[in-house]
């Protein structure tokens, strides 16, 4: 394991962009709720800009999960906090951590999202171009 290739591979990318991710994923949110409270024309706008918003911030996130439990898979860390020194509470919250990286279902449910929404897109976006 050499710390250069880990290091590389856990760098969070830069400020800005987490930041636009996390704007993406707000914009997203609001634009989805604010629909039932607007005139027609800006409710096919809200969701398109909620639909992109989601495709990019779950996008992201399944991303960042698979990431994360690669590292965990990589680097042996179940294990590795099982042989720890680490004891008490502390220990079984940093197990927790790592284990749970490993069978969390949230990347899954994040290709989801953004596939269904990427999907959604492109269909909205031929229904009003009456393609289909």
Same mark, same amino acid.
């Given at each position: 394991m050499e710390s250069y290739s880990i290091s590389k591979s856990i760098h969070s990318g830069p400020a800005l962009l987490r930041t636009f991710f996390f704007v993406a994923g707000i914009t997203a /949110?609001?634009?989805y709720r604010i629909t039932p409270f607007i005139p027609p024309l800006w409710v096919?706008?809200?969701w398109y800009v909620g639909t992109i918003g989601f495709m990019l911030y779950f996008w992201h996130r $399944?991303?960042?999960? *698979?990431?994360r439990a690669k590292l965990v898979q990589e680097y042996d860390l179940v294990n590795a906090v099982e042989t720890s020194s680490l004891h008490g509470d502390q220990k079984t919250a940093v197990a927790y951590l790592v284990k749970t990286s490993? /069978? *969390?279902k949230a990347r899954f449910n994040s290709v989801f999202i953004a596939v269904a *929404? $990427?999907?959604a897109l492109a269909a909205a976006i031929l229904l009003d171009l009456q393609i289909i």
């Open positions: /949110t609001v634009a096919k706008i809200a $399944a991303h960042i999960e *698979s990431k490993l /069978t *969390s *929404s $990427a999907l």
